[in-house]
DNA sequence: GTCTATAGATGGATAGAC
DNA sequence: GTCTATCCATCTATAGAC
């Protein structure tokens, strides 16, 4: 039994209404697709393949390709701006460092796709989608440089710069998604209390 | 007068024998191409175009596409490890990791497109292409983890995993290579000194 | 909602003239 | 060494049947 026979009790492949089913199984194919060989090296046939219809069945949930693309940045960064957002606490900046950290390279392991493809198809959207992709990961980067910016000026952290720092400190902890598989000696809380410990010497808290 | 003009005397476009002129010429048209656009977006007529001759003509310099991509990765890796060899010293711990830094962040400043290529492009690798590029990056990794893994044991580090350590100084010193232009109110030296500042107070030393 | 079929464009790579 | 010409595979996207 899977999804589609539990909706029309049969196991039926082919034919039918399944927009409820088939529209998130052609994002979730698509996204898997893209993070692991690249947008461009994708084809739409590879993405219905996977869903188990034909090509021309996509452009039911998508005007195209790019757009398929777009919507699942987008997507992404919009529920990783919002969850951070729920999720921020602390109210010394070592406290708000401390969240930030361990809310960033959490979700960094919960959704390495998303994540993986939001910083590795940037040159692939056309120059409208890509602007409108830049603003959103701006605005969480500028989450982090205000709790840094905060830190510095209360004489809680001691950085050589700022920004650069916003900057490494986005490097080091991002970085985590290129090697972290889960199935090594470590887990998910372990990683995440090595991070803060690094990060928290960095910034001679 | 371009290049060609100074070897053949003439303003000659067409025709003519250019292996020394061509052959690097493809290289670097092809280097900047896929760092800008990614190896499957690029198109053999694109890289022609960019060195001013025919698609065709790129396969007297190259069995195929993805053989031009294996060299310029291998190059790179390389080349990268043969600077290194020659620039490593030090001779305590700490000393050490300052040269690591400082190498390996002024080398992403200078080769930007081909350390760029190098993490971009794993995935098109075919499998024993993708080996043989692993085991050189996997080398460099091991350069920093010694010396990591050396002042851990010598008490001159405290850090909480060396392995993540490792990892995470890679993720953020690498990261420059997505930020920096060269074009900012910091230069080369100012931004060294900064990552070697951050990673100081990181690994306690 | 999905399929078959296909238009129209573009891709990598090769053959043979010069 | 390069060009022209081309083969053949594949791609995105659409049209129309069911």
Redesign the interface.
């Known amino acids: 039994m899977n999804a589609r026979s539990v909706t029309n009790g049969v196991m039926a492949r082919k034919a039918g209404s399944h927009a409820d089913i088939t529209g998130p199984a052609i994002r979730e194919a698509a996204l898997r697709l893209f993070a ?3 947008y ?2 994708v084809s739409m046939r590879q993405i219905a393949a996977e869903v188990g219809v034909r090509a021309g069945a996509l452009y039911l949930y998508t005007p195209d390709k790019q757009t398929l693309l777009f919507d699942l940045m987008q997507d992404h960064l919009e529920t990783l701006l919002a969850a951070w957002k729920v999720t921020k606490s602390g109210t010394s900046p070592a406290e708000r460092l401390q969240s930030f950290v361990r809310f960033h390279v959490g979700y960094h392991i919960d959704r390495r796709d998303a994540v993986f493809l939001a910083y ?1 198809e940037l ?2 959207l056309t120059p409208e989608n890509f602007a409108a992709i830049e603003t959103l990961r701006s605005a969480y980067e500028v989450e982090l440089e205000t709790i840094l910016a905060a830190g510095q000026e209360a004489g809680a952290f001691r950085l ?2 700022v920004r ?2 916003t ?10 998604n ?2 972290f598989r889960g199935d090594g000696r ?1 887990d998910r809380e372990r ?1 995440e ?3 803060w ?2 990060t928290r ?2 910034v ?1 808290a």
């Open positions: 692991r060989s690249g461009a090296a590795m040159r692939n050589p710069d650069v720092t900057m490494a400190l986005i490097g080091m902890l991002t970085g985590v290129t090697w470590l990683i209390q090595i991070y410990n690094l010497r960095m001679h």
